[in-house]
């Protein structure tokens, strides 16, 4: 079912892979639309597909923002999405202890941005088998990330990939380097986060901003510059998605995003 990180990487097949999915599971009905939906594309184009989303929601910028439908629940989805189509699926984490129960029931351990450097969480996330990636925190540049690929490694587990996402540009800003690709890619595969990478967090109203409108133009660069996966966080309705609808793709786009992509990717391997 699941091809493991060391293995994923398909510099000489047609496609990239792909992470995606909505950001939180909001419940069963929606996820499983959401997961059919991207299987079928998936399918079509012959693309290495993983299942994202959220089984719980730590950082936000505001107590009552939404955190999640009940970790056991959410997970419980995540599994039956990985069971019923027959595909990996993968979830971020954000304690330790959020290793091991995740560890149950998806293939793919995530490590959130501002937690990548947390020495204790890598090492609990290695130890479970799992695969694990890493987000690369806004403050952090591309060479510092061997450190944190070389704590999973260190710790027996070589199922370890990074995924770029932008860095803080100002306040409210963020801005993808695309040289930092082929420097992080000498210590693990790199995926781009096509839609993180456009948030404007920090925003006076205490809601996360973005600019959905680039993901095109983001991910096309990130297949141009030789990524190994894409990321992106997709909805049939953004604007009323529970978490992060400012910067996700209206799922209904992205057959025509996953064609483009695929011919700058067959372009790219002719020439």
Known sequence: MIQHLENIRHKNSRNFFL???????????????IAEEIVRLSEKYEIPYIFKGSFK?????????FTGIGDEKALKILQKIGQTFQIPVTTDIHENHHAELAAQFVDVLQIPAF?????????AAAKTGKAVTIKKGQFLSP????????????????K???????NSFGYTDLIVDFRGIPTMQKFAPVILDATHSLQ????????????????????????AAGVDGIFLETHPEPSCAKSDGANMLPLHQLENLLEKLIRIRQAILEN
């Open 200 to 223: 404007q967090p920090n925003q006076n109203t205490g809601i996360t901003g973005g600019k959905p409108e680039l993901i095109e133009t983001i991910a096309k660069a990130g297949i």
């Open 19 to 33: 992470i995606a999915g909505p950001c939180a599971i909001e419940d069963e009905a929606l996820s499983m639309k």
């Open 57 to 65: 929601k730590a950082n936000r910028s505001r107590v009552d923002s």
């Open 160 to 166: 370890v990939a990074i995924i770029e996402r932008g």
């Open 143 to 158: 060479e510092s990330m061997q450190f944190a690929v070389q704590k999973v490694r260190d710790s027996g587990n070589e």
């Open 115 to 123: 937690l990548a450097r947390q020495t204790d969480l890598l090492v």
